[in-house]
């Protein structure tokens, strides 16, 4: 596995964005782009679990995607503001996602704009993520292939990005949007095709913005527990398509026989995802 830098640039105008970064599919961590933003200084650990602590938000552990019958469910619920004193102050895997807080305290949008970078902004599906110190995300590509902006806040992240050619040697599983592969510890006896892979990696920091364009592989670690904001993007119809067909895909086949076969399912997609890993690498070879 082979990792470059993620550039960092300030100062960027939307054409260059456009030119360098949005048309080539390019990702870009900008220093300073939400510097104007109220939320940059705002938002912090105190400020919210004073204004919001008492909302009770479900939390996800590391067995997200176990396959069976809490399969993507939660791991369990917590008063949002003891929730941010644990990730404040200790390691935890308890991540908070798939949990709208704007619908719960909407006045928050009014603290942060949809920068001028960009057209085709998705002004109704905005989220917030939180997780604690050694928490991580588990490889995968956004569902509904929208070009992400994700800005940090008080702490660092880790980020680990691989383009969405790179799918078949990361041991992509039919039907869903996920791989299994642990990029800090690539087992290359196991899962040979992971030396041929080149991707990005970089640490977000706060105030910053990572911009992943759609469908890129992405794996995300806390450095320190923190959260962050994801704006999302469509500068044309093919990614409403992609989305459209990972939805249905994914709710109708994948968790209906997840359903049904539990483990045997599981077993079927990573033995495919290594078969078609298997042809993917033959080609690298062969090339």
Known sequence: MKLQPIEKREGLTSEEFRDEYLLPRKPVIFKDLIKDWPATDKWTFDWFRKNYGHLEVPLFGNDFHDAGKHYMASKRKMKFGDYLSLIENEPTELRMFLYNIFDHAPELVNDFSMPDIIS?????????????????????????????????????????????????????????????????????????????????????????????????????????????????????????????????????????????MGERWSHWKKEKARENAQHAMQKMELA
């Open 120 to 260: 085709g902004w998705n002004k109704r599906y905005y989220y917030m993520f939180f997780g604690g110190q050694g928490s991580s995300v588990n490889l995968h590509y956004d569902i509904d292939c929208s070009h992400v902006f994700l800005s940090q806040f008080q702490t660092k992240k880790k980020v680990y990005l691989f383009a969405p050619n790179q799918g078949e040697l990361l041991y992509h599983q039919p039907f869903t949007v996920k791989s299994q592969m642990d990029v800090n510890n690539p087992d290359y006896e196991k899962y040979p095709a992971l030396k041929y892979v080149e991707g990005l990696t970089g640490t977000l920091e706060h105030g910053e913005t990572l911009f992943m364009p759609s469908q890129y592989w992405h794996h995300m670690e806390y450095v320190e527990g923190g959260f962050g904001l994801a704006l999302r993007a469509y500068t044309d119809w093919t990614m409403l398509a992609g989305a459209a067909k990972n939805l249905a895909t994914h709710f109708v086949i994948d968790k209906g026989l997840n359903k049904i």
